[in-house]
């Protein structure tokens, strides 16, 4: 299956989160991601997995799931086409 997103080097400092996204360098402030994330302590922001599809992060100490489109501000709109039953 081809990953969403390719998603690698990780890392969460100053109260911001580093990652790169398909080869692209992002850089994000918890306080505009996520209230949990931005309350949350350092402990429990560095503890993060990623989706094996490059979907998304998930903070499990926290249960805090973050879509990597979310982060990106992709849209997605309802499909137009009807699937016949």
Excluded: C
Excluded at 4 to 25: A, C, F, M, P, Q
Excluded at 48 to 62: A, T
Aim: net charge negative; proline share 5%.
């Amino acid at each position: 299956m081809k990953p969403h997103h390719v998603v690698k080097n990780i890392s969460v400092t100053n109260r911001k989160l580093s990652l790169e996204i398909d080869g692209k360098l992002h850089t994000f402030e918890l306080d505009d991601i996520s209230e949990l994330l931005a309350t949350a302590s350092a402990e429990e922001v560095a503890n993060f997995e990623v989706s094996p599809s490059g979907y998304g992060i998930h903070w499990p100490l926290i249960n805090e799931d973050i879509s990597i489109d979310g982060l990106l501000g992709v849209q997605h709109s309802p499909s137009s086409e009807r699937k016949s039953a």
